[in-house]
């Protein structure tokens, strides 16, 4: 338990640092700042001001992606195993550490290198996003009614009327300022991530050439086109039912989960012994897995209270939340229904039944 709050205080640490570090680029503008600073700097020869923001960046890209694979390495083999990979001897650990590396050099890679074309080849929301899309759709979005005919023009604003264009002056600055280097001029497309950087760039542009802004912005193609505000439509209420239906069911999932889960099976190669009372018993593999943090007694006992369990050994008791062992089931003869009998195990602790295990009995033919 120490070893966990020492990770929280120097997670605390770490994080206090970073945004002391953060705060201060920002007042000494010691940054990268927006594409057109990172072009400039990308260009020039290599000074002091290029290599302390260089490698700063470089730095912060790798000590966050080590902090994401750590927590994503968690998520996969739990907050325990992974505290034993930090704090145990690393050659026991060989297989974790090089996780460990390879998710932080993925990550590292992405924020340093891939960047948008994460977002274009591999993340599957801009897919996801042309299947869900109608009409109605509310997405970033280019009032062609307003902007074309685009093109420039000089003077005053009834000059621009009068040679027939429209609020699109065609000054690429949407386009410069898109991450994935998109023109959602001419529609919209999946590579778009709904960033808006495209809607402020052009609200500027409006604002400096005296025109009313807004020709970029969250709208729908009916919204566009028709000039039709907001509509609650039939395809919102279906995805709301089926995110009702969804939540309800993960809901219900989670409330009914039980501590345990438990599987009861036959010992295999083994048949049906019989007794020297004449009762007729299997042996079964038991292992129960705690799906809680704390530790409590487990017991066995039928459902039916027709037959006995004996279980081999000492019973079941926890080690790093999983118990394992073996047991006899006893029944008398002529409660067997034949070859197969089935059997309901209760799995017990501190007097109340948590689990339900069902299994198979053997015996002889009738
Ligand atoms: S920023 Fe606005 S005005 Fe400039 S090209 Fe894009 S849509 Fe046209
Ligand atoms: S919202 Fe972002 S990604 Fe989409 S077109 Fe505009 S700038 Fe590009």
């Known amino acids: 338990m120490s070893a966990i709050y020492i990770l929280i205080g120097a997670s605390f640490i770490v994080a206090l640092g970073f945004l002391g570090a953060f705060l201060w680029a920002v007042k000494s503008n010691q940054y990268e700042d927006d594409w057109k600073h990172q072009k400039k700097l990308d260009d020039q020869p290599w000074n002091k001001e290029k290599i302390f923001k260089k490698t700063s960046k470089h730095i912060l890209f790798f000590v966050i992606s080590f902090a994401i694979s750590h927590t994503f390495l968690a998520y996969i083999i739990g907050s325990d ?49 042309g299947v869900l899309l109608d009409r109605n759709s509310v997405v970033v979005t280019y009032d062609y009614k307003g902007g074309e005919k685009r093109g420039k023009w000089q003077g005053k604003r009834e000059v621009r009327e009068e040679v027939g264009k429209g609020d699109c002056i065609d000054c690429h600055q949407c386009v410069d300022v898109c991450p994935t280097g998109i023109d959602i001029r001419n529609g919209t497309q999946l590579e778009c991530i709904n960033c808006t950087a495209c809607i402020d760039a052009c609200n500027t542009v409006m604002e400096k050439t005296g025109l009313e802004p807004g020709l970029m912005r969250y709208d729908s193609e009916e919204g566009i086109a028709n000039g039709v505000g907001f509509k609650f439509t039939a395809r919102i209420k279906a995805y709301i039912g089926v995110l009702t239906i969804l939540v309800v ?36 593999n038991v292992k129960v897995i705690n799906k809680t943090t704390t530790e409590f007694p487990v017991e066995l006992r039928l459902k039916e209270s027709n037959g006995e369990i004996q279980m081999v050994g000492e019973g079941l008791t926890f080690n790093d ?46």
């Open 81 to 129: 195993e992974l505290l034993k990979i930090q704090f145990d001897n690393p050659s026991n650990h060989v297989a974790g550490l090089s996780a460990m590396l390879i998710f932080t050099t993925v990550f590292y890679l992405v924020f340093s290198r891939f960047r948008e074309q994460v977002c274009i080849a591999v993340c599957p929301y801009g897919r996801l996003q």
């Open 321 to 366: 939340g999983v118990a394992q062992g073996a047991m006899f089931i006893l029944l008398e003869k002529e409660n067997l229904s034949g070859v197969k009998t089935n059997v309901e195990i209760e799995v017990v602790s501190n007097g109340e039944v948590i689990e339900v295990v069902k299994t198979n009995f053997m015996g002889p033919t009738k």
């Open 249 to 284: 069911v993960v809901l219900g999932l989670l409330l009914s989960r039980s501590d345990v889960e438990t599987s009861i099976l036959r010992t295999p190669g083994i048949m049906y012994q019989t007794r020297e009372d004449g009762r007729i018993s299997n042996l079964y």
